[in-house]
């Protein structure tokens, strides 16, 4: 699968037969080996059912696998038959990333307009187009700009990192409320002016957190003590 310029999601060679209710526990066993998924797919005339937890294949022993067939199971267990999860051919990629967080799978059968079964995705498949989309691929520096306030203006904040020459590749906004904030910015942007960037934004009175920066805050911090021993042992 692949993303155009809107965010669009396209169907690129992840083809996959679904099975009919008329197929057999045991042929849907070997589908299911044979697949590599975490789900079984269920079609009718190349239209999309639903899909099927493939666990339910090794916990009813009651049924026989040669003679038992999957609709003989859909009719048992009605309840265990997924209409919800799948994703359409269609769906922006923050879409398809919201299906997923909100499924358990690490496959989603994709179909188009009309719920024909086109193939699959996959969880992994779209964390890494969400990664490349959000330039989360790209190396920088990454800030946590803390809101005191809910109205805070987010462009006076790209504004003043802009200002000192950082290049922003992506941003994301936790809401939140505690007594001090109100939500929290997250942003990577260029490396080469990040300084200069975290500095204006704490002359403004932002408060901004960075993993790196504190992290050799605190390497600073040991090899000054340790000086400080050194010293003291003299």
């Keep these: 699968m692949k993303t155009d310029n809107s965010g669009m999601s396209t169907l690129v060679e992840q083809h996959i037969v679904g099975l009919?209710?008329?197929?057999?526990?045991?042929?849907?066993?070997?589908?299911?080996?044979?697949?590599?998924?975490?789900?079984?797919?269920?079609?009718?005339?190349?239209?999309?059912?639903?899909v099927l937890d493939p666990q339910f294949l090794f916990e009813h022993s009651e049924l026989d696998?040669?003679?038992?067939?999957?609709?003989?199971?859909?009719?048992?267990?009605?309840?265990?038959?997924?209409?919800?999860?799948?994703?359409?051919?269609?769906?922006?990629?923050?879409?398809l990333a919201e299906t997923f967080?909100?499924?358990?799978?690490q496959f989603l059968p994709l179909v188009d307009h009309q719920h024909k079964l086109l193939g699959i995705t996959s969880r992994a498949e779209t964390?890494?187009?969400?990664?490349?989309t959000?330039?989360?691929?790209?190396?920088?520096?990454?800030?946590?700009?803390?809101?005191?306030?809910?109205?805070?203006p987010i462009s006076e904040i790209i504004r003043l990192v802009e200002t000192e020459g950082a290049q922003v590749y992506t941003l994301?906004?936790?809401?939140?409320?505690?007594?001090?904030?109100?939500?929290?910015?997250?942003?990577k942007i260029s490396s080469d002016a990040a300084s200069n960037a975290i500095?204006?934004?704490?002359?403004?009175?932002?408060?901004?957190?960075?993993p790196h920066r504190d992290l050799q805050r605190d390497i600073d911090f040991h090899e000054r003590a340790n000086e400080l021993i050194r010293l003291l042992d003299l």
């Excluded at 008329?22 to 190349?46: M, R």
């Excluded at 500095?199 to 960075?210: C, D, I, K, Q, S």
């Design 20 to 50: 009919e209710l008329s197929t057999s526990l045991a042929d849907t066993k070997q589908w299911y080996h044979d697949s590599g998924l975490d789900v079984v797919i269920l079609i009718q005339e190349e239209q999309l059912i639903g």
């Design 127 to 132: 964390l890494e187009l969400l990664s490349s």
């Design 101 to 105: 967080s909100h499924s358990t799978y």
């Design 199 to 210: 500095a204006t934004l704490e002359r403004f009175g932002y408060t901004v957190y960075t």
């Design 134 to 152: 959000l330039n989360m691929d790209i190396s920088g520096t990454i800030l946590d700009v803390m809101l005191p306030e809910s109205n805070n």
């Design 172 to 187: 994301g906004i936790q809401h939140y409320s505690s007594e001090e904030y109100h939500g929290k910015l997250s942003m």
């Design 65 to 95: 696998d040669e003679t038992a067939h999957l609709g003989d199971y859909i009719q048992e267990f009605p309840e265990d038959l997924d209409r919800q999860s799948f994703v359409r051919i269609s769906d922006h990629l923050f879409t």
